[in-house]
């Protein structure tokens, strides 16, 4: 994947009871915090019409469709040998 490299750090304070709420969100979607709350972040500018997050959103989405197509693609190739 083309990812780019994650440089940067952004901090923020939350109460014990938002920590709570969304390191359980996390868990359940068998992600880490950051990238739950990356995701959140981004979803709510792409729900704002922001057009750079709509960009970011468009391209990993994207990544991750090649990812999953280029997989079916190479699974039944290597399941015929």
């Given at each position: 994947?083309?990812?780019?490299?994650?440089?940067?750090?952004?901090?923020?304070?939350?109460?014990?009871?938002e920590?709570?709420?969304?390191?359980?969100?996390?868990?359940?979607?068998?992600?880490?915090?950051?990238?739950?709350?990356?995701?959140?972040?981004?979803?709510?500018?792409?729900?704002?019409?922001?057009?750079?997050?709509?960009k970011?959103?468009?391209?990993?989405?994207?990544?991750?469709?090649?990812?999953?197509?280029?997989?079916?693609?190479?699974r039944?190739?290597?399941?015929?040998?």
């Open positions: 994947m083309t990812d780019e490299a994650k440089t940067e750090t952004l901090q923020f304070k939350v109460t014990e009871q920590r709570k709420l969304i390191e359980k969100c996390a868990q359940d979607e068998s992600t880490t915090v950051s990238k739950y709350v990356r995701g959140a972040v981004l979803m709510s500018l792409v729900m704002d019409g922001k057009a750079e997050a709509i970011i959103v468009a391209r990993e989405v994207g990544e991750k469709a090649f990812g999953v197509v280029r997989q079916k693609l190479v039944p190739t290597q399941e015929g040998r």
